[in-house]
């Protein structure tokens, strides 16, 4: 049973209406929680991280305690679908938890050919030993992987990635070159507990480390990795190294999203963005550019000597015999020694500045994380329909904590910045509460939008600091756009219909017989990739029925794409050459 509230129409007035487009309507807010909860669990989710929508029409979700689950978004059914707690380091205190650390199980991703190849990769933390904590990026099936231990399953890409109770970031992303992206965080460096810990967004590793698989050097990065683990031949080449860092001077970029249309199945050369937290103020929006410097730990936001300093706990001649700062080091006092900058007191070649900051302060610095002018971004996703909402097309959505709302920024043409919208402003809310909003997923009809929330935590919220209530712990929230749209059309669906595409004989020895409806529109066009993703053959049809030579093909199996005359992905089929 699903626990809902009726479907009424209404307008989004959790701000003032201004700070929205006109004439958005949505349905009221649905509790998709499965009831009752599995036994032993407090919350429907356990502290949960990622959510992305499947090409299956489900939602994948990983929890941080070590757990990814499948959810109906019809009826709230669940099913776990990995379970490797024993195996993930994960921070509590309380009991019930009342507080977590940054650590945990966090980014998820499909396989770029699911379900066909059927698997995912998925972010851990895990205990490297003497209270080192390391993240993982590995592989599982889907099938047979609810299990409790990581052998026989896991599939190692890389290890040893660093990691920490504090800004682990660990969102990850496969790329449409079939790279994974996984962006490191500076591990809470320079501040509270961590404060005697020096800050490494700059660094490189040396080529010596790399050869010993030493990733110490990647804290404050954008990682591309390639599926094997290995450093991809076209990486930047930064101060000297080619190493698998591709943007670095990052501080806790735990948002990352490629700018996809939904219906545009090779998006090779689609922007990548990504959203950081900032320490007391400027949190940013950024282009993410191969090899360039994004300024952390010595520019905040804009380069504009505004508020910001970098103050070096590290530096410090006493640092280990000082009390741990009970706010952002910008509001504290270093001992004795610790080096103090300004921000134009840097020269960094490659420096990026931000396309968006939330917010700088006009007077002086808040010095309480709750009332501070940051929004605390948790995760970006890209709204990538363009005969849906009005207005929507080529806009980014992205979620808050402290806040507990939605942001979205409309992009210009070149994908450089962003532009007013019929608000008169470049950001609108939406579905603002007294929750702690970790991710979002589109529906593949453009109109259904998906949240999860944090199971603990506090947020400034629409009531200015009432930090006691969340209104919906572990959940996820379902909206629905119900307003007018620019076309009632269905998107093409993400999974081939299976009686648009028959594939014959199958397995085959030398001929490869394809038969298409007659209504598909020409030229039908077919690529063809080893299990690898290597292509072998590509070409184009203008025939309902046709045939392909697959004779001086190696035995095994193949991955078939066709999409028709207008770039629309109608089939991704297996066959096999014997």
Known sequence: MIKSLPFLIFLLYFLAPETKAQQEVFSVKQVLNQAPAIPGDRYFLQHPFEILYGADDSLWISERRGR???VDPTTGKRRIILDIRPSVKFTTSGSPV?????????????????????????????????????????????????????????????ENIPA?????????????????????????????????????????????????????????????????????????VVKGIRSHIYTFGHRNPNSLVFAKNFLQQNYTGAKLYSAENGPAEDDEINELVAGQNYGWPYISGYQDNNRYQYKNWSSAINCSGTAAPSSEPECSTPPAGAVIKNEMD?????????????????????????????????????????????????????????????????????????????????????????????????GKDGLSFYLITDS???????????????????????????????????????????STIKLYPNPTTKILFVENKRNVTKPVQYTIYDITGRKIMEGKKFT??????????????????????????????KFVVQ
């Open 346 to 442: 840097t020269v960094l070649p490659d420096f990026k500045t931000p396309m968006r900051t939330f917010f700088t302060p006009t007077s002086s610095l808040p010095c309480n994380w709750l009332s501070n002018p940051t929004v605390a971004p948790s995760s970006m996703d890209y709204y990538g329909f363009d005969t849906r909402i009005p207005g929507w097309q080529n806009s980014i959505l992205m979620t808050t904590l402290k806040e507990g709302t939605v942001f979205r920024l409309k992009l210009n043409a070149s994908g450089t910045g962003f532009v007013n919208m019929s608000n008169g402003s470049d950001t609108a809310r939406y579905f603002r509460e007294e929750n702690r909003i970790r991710d979002i997923a589109i």
């Open 68 to 70: 990814v689950i499948k």
């Open 544 to 573: 309902d029925r046709f045939e392909l030579n697959v004779e001086k093909l190696n035995s095994g199996t193949y991955i078939i794409k066709m999409y028709n005359g207008r770039d629309v992905l109608l089939a991704t089929e």
């Open 98 to 158: 009342t507080s977590i650390s940054q650590d945990g199980m966090m980014g998820l991703a499909l396989h770029p050919d699911y379900p066909l190849v059927d698997s995912f990769y998925i972010v851990y933390v895990y205990d490297a030993g003497a209270g080192v904590r390391k993240a993982r990026i590995a592989q599982y099936p889907v099938k047979n992987s609810t299990i409790t231990t990581r052998a026989g399953n896991e599939t190692v890409i890389i």
């Open 164 to 236: 920490s109770s504090d800004h682990s970031s660990g969102r990850l992303l496969v790329g449409p070159d079939r790279k994974l992206y996984y962006a490191a965080g500076d591990q809470g460096a320079n501040q509270f507990s961590l404060r005697c810990n020096p800050v490494r967004s700059q660094d490189v590793p040396t080529s010596a480390e790399l050869s010993a698989n030493n990733f110490a050097a990647y804290q404050g990065k954008i990682l591309r990795i390639n599926m094997d683990g290995s450093i991809p031949a076209d990486n930047p």
């Open 456 to 498: 603990v935590g506090q947020t400034s919220g629409p009531t200015n600091g009432n930090t006691n209530v969340l209104n919906n712990r572990g959940s996820i929230l379902v909206y629905r756009y119900i307003g007018g749209v620019l076309s009632l059309t269905n998107p093409a669906p993400l999974i081939a219909d299976k």
